[in-house]
């Protein structure tokens, strides 16, 4: 754990962070207790524990140090966690970074923040006016005008003769995608005769713009193109205002248009965002499930029976897939892997052809009725069948049953799929029977997550690469099974595995871990490469890991699976004890005999799991386990 980290903890005051948000009282002589922000109760399940600086609700489980708090309940990345937690506690983070690089993207930046403040005065001033009637006609406020920065482009060049005033060049406004080049080499405003959307990062940073056109000017819609700052099959509308209701409802809704995630935030609907003009990307899942347990897309009634939305649907459900988990099979000895779900996706159609921005402004309390009613995709596609085949053919009946085995041969979980079997049966009017049959012989589909990249291994080693001495190797001047070191070893594993299985997050003990373990499982770190451009403790963390890897890189693929199940279990090990000291303390101090009662319970429930877990540890010795028996730290 790096020096930074360490020293944040230390000097953050989680009681008083935690309680800006939520009503704590003292429970006991170093615990504080209060309702959890994460899911609904009536009874106290979350404490704050002064004296260790952690977090945990016994109801959801969701537990952490400060960093994770901010991640949590603010929806920030390990790197924002970091940076506004050394603001509050006045730590001064070591810089490691490009400044020349750095420098470019701030001027980029500054020029797209004069760009937005030079557009939303001209919607304001008397040059808007026809924008301003064209807003007011389609339901948008003085207010939302000002809480989106909305802004009109006029026709000519007026924004580049402005930037040269604030003294920035023609090539910058180029490059920041706000101008663009003619074919004879002269540059001309990207924007005419549009009401301008602008499009910010989660930070609130303007990073490009979305044009809507007032008259018959084509095309009607006209984004930024890519530029160093914007990538649009990652950018989410109306983001850096959602991220905070999304965490806090711990749900996303996703829609097409500007207007529609306009409106819905102009009727109290926060939880918002809108691609933009392209299909939901992995990219964009992957930043909504930071925040949202539940994914909801919302579709006119147009594009829901289309193949194209078929697929999209199915790509994004196989995204959501986070990993793989070990399940003991009935003999309790041998493990087979299946998927982990980050999140769940859903889909509500709009009746009547109509989009969000149109319903709502019609009657906005639909809404909510809406979203609440949306279907889990599986149910929505199986729904979508009879729309997109002539059931009363053969071959329509056919190709409806191969698509609905497509789909529920990608599910893992075996009561889920039965239901959804039953389910195919009622739609295609067949015997269940008859789908099982279809599933046969079929493959679950992988998950859709991009693998983690690693250097090429070395050959195996001719004893068959026994992993009995890969702890000392993997956690080199540390000790073997110590907090850090059993972090660093799971994430080694992992990466060694290339994301064939991934490590729980919530049972890692360092924040550092969990983000690193996020990002790597999304493929948006490799081991190895560009860990310069991570926040300070995550980089650490980063070249510690490459040279774990370098050691072993030499062990069989077998093995290091056969491995990492040993290392999930001491994982969930090492949090169940910890568990079980936070409850005993709660249990010694407890206020009447209802909380002894409730202590003493989920005490001998946390035990019973700890001993679970040591009985499946010694079926399954391994390296580990073999060093705790050496006498080596647990």
């Known amino acids: 754990m790096s020096s930074v980290t360490d020293e944040i903890k230390a000097r953050v005051d989680l009681v008083?962070?935690?309680?800006?948000?939520?009503?704590?009282?003292r429970s006991g002589s170093a615990a504080f207790k209060g309702l959890c922000p994460f899911h609904t109760e009536k009874t106290p399940s979350f404490y704050v524990f002064s004296q260790s600086h952690t977090w945990v609700c016994f109801g959801c489980q969701k537990k952490g140090t400060a960093f994770d708090w901010l991640m949590e309940r603010e929806s920030m990345d390990f790197g924002e966690a970091l940076r506004e937690l050394?603001?509050?506690?006045?730590?001064?983070?070591?810089?490691?970074r490009d400044t020349e690089a750095e420098e470019h993207n701030a001027r980029l930046y500054e020029l797209l923040a004069r760009t937005q403040t030079y557009y939303h005065g001209l919607l304001l001033g008397s040059a808007g006016s026809a924008a301003r009637r064209y807003l007011a006609g389609r339901g948008v406020s003085e207010e939302t005008m000002a809480t989106f920065g909305l802004g009109h482009a006029p026709s000519g060049n007026g924004l580049l003769r402005y930037l040269a005033e604030h003294g920035f060049s023609e090539d910058e406004a180029v490059t920041a995608g706000v101008a663009s080049m003619s074919d004879d080499g002269r540059p001309f405003d990207f924007f005419r005769d549009?009401?301008?959307?602008?499009?910010?990062?989660?930070?609130?940073?303007?990073?490009?713009?979305g044009g809507r056109a007032m008259g018959d000017t084509q095309p009607k819609y006209l984004n930024s193109r890519d530029t160093l700052l914007f990538h649009k099959q990652e950018t989410l509308f109306a983001l850096d205002l959602a991220r905070k209701p999304m965490g806090q409802q711990r749900r996303a809704v996703v829609v097409e248009g500007y207007m529609d995630a306009v409106m819905a935030h102009q009727h109290g609907y926060r939880n918002v965002v809108a691609t933009l003009g392209t299909a939901v990307t992995e990219r964009h899942l992957d930043v909504l499930r930071r925040a949202a347990d539940e994914i909801v897309l919302a579709l006119d009634s147009d594009a829901a029976g289309q193949a194209a939305t078929w697929r999209t649907l199915q790509v994004a459900e196989q995204s959501l897939v986070a990993g793989a988990r070990p399940v003991l099979g009935p003999d309790r000895r041998r493990v087979r892997y299946v998927p982990d779900r980050a999140a769940q996706l859903k889909v509500l159609t709009i009746p009547d052809a109509k989009d969000p921005d149109e319903l709502i402004r019609g009657d906005p309390t639909a809404w909510p009725t809406l979203v609440s009613a949306a279907l889990p995709?599986?149910?929505?596609?199986?729904?979508?069948?009879?729309?997109r085949h002539d059931l009363a053919t053969a071959k329509g009946k056919a190709d409806a049953a191969e698509e609905a085995a497509e789909v529920l041969a990608a599910m893992a979980n075996p009561i889920e799929q039965a239901h959804y079997v039953q389910r195919a049966a009622e739609v295609l009017h067949v015997d269940e029977a008859a789908v099982r049959l279809l599933l046969r012989g079929r493959r679950p589909a992988a998950p859709a997550r991009a693998p983690v990249r690693q250097r090429p291994a070395a050959p195996p080693d001719r004893d068959g690469s026994d992993l009995s001495n890969a702890p000392a190797a993997a956690a080199r001047a540390e000790p073997p099974i110590g907090a850090d070191a059993l972090d660093e070893y799971a994430l080694v594993l992992m990466a060694r595995s290339q994301g064939r299985v991934t490590v729980p997050h919530e049972d890692l003990a360092l924040p550092e871990s969990r983000a690193l373990a996020v990002l790597m499982e999304r493929g948006a770190f490799v081991p190895g490469e560009a860990a310069r451009e991570l926040p300070e403790g995550l980089a650490a963390l980063a070249r510690r890991l490459q040279r774990h890897l370098e050691d072993a890189g030499r062990?069989?693929?077998?093995?290091?699976?056969?491995?990492?199940?040993?290392?999930?279990?001491?994982?969930?090990?090492?949090?169940l004890i910890l568990q079980k000291r936070q409850v005993h303390d709660l249990l010694r101090e407890a206020e009447d005999e209802a909380e002894r009662r409730r202590w003493a319970d989920e005490l001998t429930r946390l035990a019973r799991a700890a001993n679970e877990v040591?009985?499946?540890l010694l079926r399954e010795p391994g390296a580990l386990l073999a060093?705790?028996?050496?006498?080596?730290?647990?």
């Open 86 to 96: 050394a603001r509050i506690t006045g730590v001064e983070l070591p810089t490691h």
């Open 614 to 616: 040591e009985e499946q």
């Open 194 to 209: 549009r009401v301008l959307f602008p499009i910010r990062d989660a930070s609130g940073r303007t990073v490009a713009f």
């Open 555 to 575: 062990f069989s693929d077998d093995h290091v699976m056969r491995e990492m199940q040993t290392v999930r279990l001491r994982l969930r090990h090492r949090s």
């Open 377 to 387: 995709v599986t149910e929505f596609v199986l729904g979508q069948l009879p729309m």
């Open 16 to 25: 008083e962070l935690i309680g800006r948000t939520v009503q704590l009282r």
């Open 627 to 634: 060093s705790a028996a050496r006498g080596e730290a647990p």
